[in-house]
């Protein structure tokens, strides 16, 4: 799903495409202190970070974004959560919140 998620993006860039699979991000406040990010890219200068998921999205996975941007750091210029399944308008809804979502379906992933 990641990488499906990566090759949409990258079709995008019209100058330079950096991206590194999975990583963790440090400092979060809870008992590990850190939050898995699938998706974390440079598009054509725009921080891209995201979630991608083979199951319905959840309002949960919007949660480490909210936390991330009450942090002291520099938020994503673009958030993106990536699935192939159907995708609630609660969900949408939710994402919409956050100012700088995009959500990339089946649709968007695969070439038809």
């Known amino acids: ?14 100058t330079a495409f950096h991206f590194v699979p999975e990583m963790d991000l440090v400092g979060f406040p809870g008992s590990s202190g850190k939050r898995e990010m699938d998706i974390a890219c440079i598009l054509d200068g725009e921080v891209i ?20 941007r009450g942090m002291r750091v520099t938020p994503p210029t673009k958030i993106v959560f990536a699935t192939t399944r159907p ?11 956050l100012g700088n979502a995009e959500i990339l379906t089946e649709r968007d992933l695969m070439d038809f």
Request: some cysteine; overall charge positive; proline content about 2%.
């Open 1 to 14: 799903m990641t990488a499906l998620a990566l090759h949409s993006l990258k079709a995008r860039s019209k």
């Open 87 to 97: 995708v609630t308008d609660a969900f949408k809804a939710q994402a919409q919140k």
């Open 49 to 68: 970070f995201g979630e991608c998921k083979t199951e319905p999205l959840q309002a949960r996975d919007i949660a480490k974004f909210k936390t991330l």
